[in-house]
């Protein structure tokens, strides 16, 4: 289970979205990076702002800056440690003969208020294709966009009905090391979640990381994951970039008590 993000465009969202057309599609529906890898353009503005750490040692203080925890679920200090989240290595080195990023949709029918019916590409898996373009042509990575859809009929069992795609995924490409399963957000009718930054308007997002647990049962044994603590300093790491450089972009991270990290 790698990390992943969710998207809101102005809640259910307004305005347009601009595709690119650009990789091809094999026949599994994945895009490879056909185009090659472009200039890295990609620069930072200067910080916004600093964490002092010492004012974030105890975990209450953490979790009040950093997350929202779902009331099904619990955490405590031994997973929640922003010493031990930060002293991780989780950089990507480039290289980009194999693919290094995976990026597909559970929820592939998710769609936004200007979205066309029948067109994929004005929905989240063309939010998609624009993020998978954006890591390879600014940033430099190998991105793969599975463009699978598990949720035609309905939602209930997207996650389990995409599980043997992405295992064959990983399995064919074990140069992969982020999986980023990108969602819209569903916000109540009327919620906005658009800001401003640097006078440009854009989508608020947030991390989400499953915890398999429940505060009523605790670890659920039959939900196993072995990434949970890397996938909660990775999702860490990248909220305290988010804040220092682009405060306001992101929301708090969302701990949910099942095995998916969405």
């Known amino acids: 289970d790698g990390s992943s993000a969710a998207s809101d465009r102005e809640g259910q969202g307004s ?7 650009g990789d091809s599609q094999n026949e599994t529906g994945d895009t490879a990076n056909s185009s090659g890898i472009g200039d890295f353009t990609a620069s930072l503005p200067e910080k916004q702002r600093t964490y002092n750490w010492s004012e974030l040692t105890s975990y209450d203080a953490l ?70 373009e954006i890591l390879r042509k600014q940033y430099g990575y190998n991105v793969m966009h599975h463009m699978g859809q598990y949720d035609v ?66 670890d659920i044994d039959s939900l196993p994951n072995k990434n949970i603590a890397d996938n909660l300093a990775f999702s860490f790491q990248m909220q305290v970039l988010c804040n220092e450089y682009y405060p306001g972009l992101t929301r708090r991270i969302y701990l949910i008590p099942l095995k998916e990290t969405v």
């Open 15 to 21: 305005g347009g979205i601009e595709t690119r057309p």
């Open 153 to 218: 009929e309905k939602r209930d069992y997207a996650y389990s009905n995409s599980l043997p795609a992405l295992e064959a995924i990983l399995k064919e490409n074990p140069s992969i090391e982020v999986v980023i399963d990108l969602h819209r957000d569903e916000v109540a009718e009327g919620t906005r979640l658009v800001t401003e930054i640097g006078g440009k308007k854009m989508a608020r997002f947030m991390f989400f990381n499953g915890l398999s647990r429940t505060r009523r049962l605790g």
């Open 63 to 132: 979790v009040r800056e950093f997350y929202a925890i779902d009331p099904a679920t619990a955490a405590d200090e031994t997973q929640l440690n922003a010493g031990d989240f930060l002293k991780q290595d989780l950089k990507i080195t480039k290289e980009t003969d194999t693919p290094q990023i995976l990026i597909y949709h559970s929820h592939s029918q998710e769609t936004f208020a200007d979205s066309i019916p029948g067109n994929a590409q004005t929905g989240i898996m063309g939010v998609g294709e624009v993020l998978a």
